[in-house]
C-alpha cells in the first residue's frame, strides 16, 4: 500500500512539471512575438514604453469618456482603436526591415482608415451637444501620423496638440463652472499628447528605426504575423490532463488593432478629404510661380512643419469625383461640393435648423430668414449671404471667403483660414469676431452709405507690467 502510495505521489509530480514545462513554452512563444494575454512580454523597450502610454493616459481618457457617454463614449472607443493599429505598427517596425515604398503604402491604410473614420463621425454629427468633444478630437488625431515624420516627429504632435485646444478652450468654457466631469475630460485628453511628445523624445527623436534584422516587411508577413498573434506555431501538447489555457489568448480588441497594421496618411490615396489639414503654401514657396525657386532644384519639404505627413502612394491615384449636394437632411442644410455656382438659394428655413457647407469652391450661397447656425469647411473663393443667425457662424480650413450679413449676428469664429472678408449690417455691429490661426482677416463697417474696411490684427506683443502678462495688436511701422 505504501509502494502504491509512493507511486501516485511521484506520478503527481511528473504531471505538475509537465504542465509547468507546456505553459512555460506557451508563454516563451507569445513573449517572442510581443503578447501574452494582450500584455507585452519580450517586446522592443519602445514597444513596452508605447503600451504603458495606452495603459496609462490613454485609458484615463477612456474611462472620463465613458463617464460622459453619448457621442464622446463611442468616438473615445474609435481613438482607442487608432491606438491600438499604431501599437501593432510599432511591432512590425521593431521585428522586421524598412519595406519597399510600394508596400509602404498598403501598411499605413489601417490607421488612415481609423484617423478618416473619427473625422467622419464628427462630420456626421455636427448636431451633437458634445460637438466641440468631437472636434478637439478630430482636429487632433491625425497627430499619429508622427511616424512618418522624420527628422523631428515631435514637434507635428504638439502642433496636433495646438489645434485640439481651440476647441478644448470652448469645453471648458461651457463647463468649468457647472461640470467639472468635462474638465477632467479635456485634461485627459490633452495629456495624451503631452505624453505621446514625452514618449517620441525619449525612444524617436529623429523618427521610427526599423529593425536590422529579421525578414524586409511586406504585407503580406507583417499581416500574417499579426493576424496570427504569434511568430510560429506553437507545439503540439502532450497528452495530459487539461492544463492552464494558452496564455496566448488575445483579447478580440487586441485582435482587431492587430489585424489593423500600421500607421498613417496613405489617406491620400482617398482623395481630396486628405486636405482637409495641409497647410497653404504661398506665390513665393511654389516653384512654378518663383523662378529663384527653380534654380534651387527641388525643394526640400519640412514634414516638422507641415500640418500632414504625407507617406508615400500612388502618384496617379485617381482623385473621388462628388456630385453636387443641396439638401435638408433632419435639421442640418447640407451643402457640399458646388463649383462655379453663383446662384444657390435656401429660402426655407427654421430657427432650429443648421448649416454645414462643405468643399464649395467659386460659389456663392444666400440663406433667406432665421437660422441656428452656419459652417463654412474647406470651402475656396466662397460667398455667403445671410440674414439672421441666432448661435454662431465658422469658417474653418478655408480660404478667400467673403461673408455679407444683412440682419444680426452674435459671433463669427474663423478657424485655420487665408482671406476672410466681412460685410457687417448696421444691426450686426455688435458682433464678436473670434480668429485663430488665421490670416488676411478684414471687416467692413458701413459708414455713410458706403463700407469702411478694417483689418483683424495678425500680429501681437505681450509684455510683463509687473503683476501680469499685457497682449496688445503689434503696430508696424514701415
Keep these: 500500500m505504501a509502494e502504491t502510495q509512493m507511486l501516485m505521489e511521484r506520478l503527481e509530480k511528473s504531471v505538475i512539471r509537465l504542465e509547468s514545462l507546456f505553459s512555460d513554452s506557451h508563454r516563451s ?55 491600438q493599429a499604431q501599437r501593432a505598427f510599432l511591432l512590425s517596425v521593431s521585428q522586421y526591415q524598412e519595406p519597399q515604398e510600394s508596400e509602404m503604402a498598403v501598411l499605413l491604410k489601417p490607421i488612415s482608415d481609423k484617423i478618416q473614420e473619427i473625422q467622419t463621425f464628427r462630420e456626421r454629427n455636427r ?57 477632467d475630460w479635456v485634461k485627459s485628453y490633452l495629456n495624451i499628447w ?30 500574417s504575423t499579426l493576424t496570427s498573434g504569434q511568430c510560429f506555431p506553437p507545439p503540439s501538447p502532450p497528452p495530459l490532463p487539461p492544463g492552464p489555457p494558452p496564455v496566448f489568448d488575445t483579447e478580440s480588441g487586441k485582435d482587431e488593432a492587430t489585424t489593423s497594421r500600421s500607421a498613417l496618411f496613405a489617406q491620400l490615396n482617398q482623395g481630396e478629404a486628405i486636405t482637409k489639414g495641409l497647410r497653404h503654401v504661398s506665390d513665393d514657396q511654389k516653384t512654378h510661380k518663383n523662378p529663384n525657386l527653380r534654380a ?25 469625383i462628388h456630385s453636387p449636394l443641396l439638401e435638408l437632411e433632419g435639421k442640418k442644410w447640407r451643402v457640399e461640393y458646388q463649383e462655379d455656382k453663383n446662384d444657390l438659394v435656401i429660402t426655407d428655413t427654421e430657427l432650429k435648423q443648421v448649416a454645414y457647407i462643405f468643399k464649395c469652391n467659386k460659389s456663392t450661397l444666400q440663406m433667406k430668414g432665421k437660422i441656428n447656425s452656419i459652417t463654412i469647411d474647406n470651402c475656396r473663393k466662397f460667398g455667403l449671404v445671410f440674414d ?38 448696421e444691426d450686426s455691429l455688435d458682433c464678436e469676431i473670434v480668429s485663430a490661426k488665421s490670416s488676411e ?12 474696411e478694417f483689418p483683424v490684427p495678425e500680429q501681437f506683443k505681450t509684455a510683463w507690467d509687473g503683476s501680469k502678462l499685457v497682449t496688445e495688436p503689434a503696430e508696424i511701422v514701415g
Design 29 to 83: 512563444i507569445g513573449m517572442e512575438c510581443g503578447a501574452v494575454n494582450g500584455v507585452n512580454g519580450g517586446v522592443a523597450p519602445y514597444v513596452e514604453a508605447f503600451d504603458r502610454l495606452l495603459n496609462g493616459s490613454v485609458a484615463e481618457f477612456l474611462r472620463n469618456s465613458k463617464i460622459l457617454e453619448g457621442d464622446v463614449k463611442l468616438h473615445a472607443e474609435m481613438v482607442r482603436a487608432a491606438f
Design 388 to 425: 439672421n443667425v441666432v448661435g454662431i457662424v465658422e469658417v474653418i480650413n478655408s480660404r478667400d471667403i467673403q461673408i455679407q450679413v444683412m440682419g444680426k449676428v452674435p459671433t463669427i469664429s474663423i478657424n485655420k483660414t487665408e482671406g476672410c472678408h466681412i460685410y457687417l449690417s
Design 441 to 452: 482677416m478684414n471687416i467692413l463697417i458701413p459708414l455713410n452709405g458706403d463700407y469702411k
Design 296 to 320: 534651387q532644384g527641388p525643394p526640400v519639404r519640412s514634414p516638422t512643419k507641415s500640418h500632414t505627413p504625407s507617406p508615400t502612394s500612388p502618384k496617379n491615384s485617381p482623385q473621388q
Design 194 to 223: 503631452t505624453e505621446l511628445q514625452a514618449y517620441i523624445k525619449e525612444h524617436h527623436t529623429t523618427g521610427l528605426t526599423w529593425s536590422k534584422t529579421g525578414p524586409t516587411a511586406s504585407t503580406a508577413s507583417v499581416l
Design 127 to 183: 448636431g451633437s451637444k458634445m460637438f466641440n468633444h468631437l472636434s478637439a478630437v478630430s482636429e487632433s488625431i491625425p497627430a499619429l501620423g508622427w511616424i512618418t515624420v522624420s527628422p523631428k516627429p515631435g514637434p507635428y504632435v504638439k502642433e496636433m496638440n495646438d489645434a485640439a485646444t481651440f476647441y478644448t478652450n470652448r469645453v471648458l468654457k461651457d463647463y468649468k463652472n457647472s461640470d467639472l466631469r468635462h474638465v
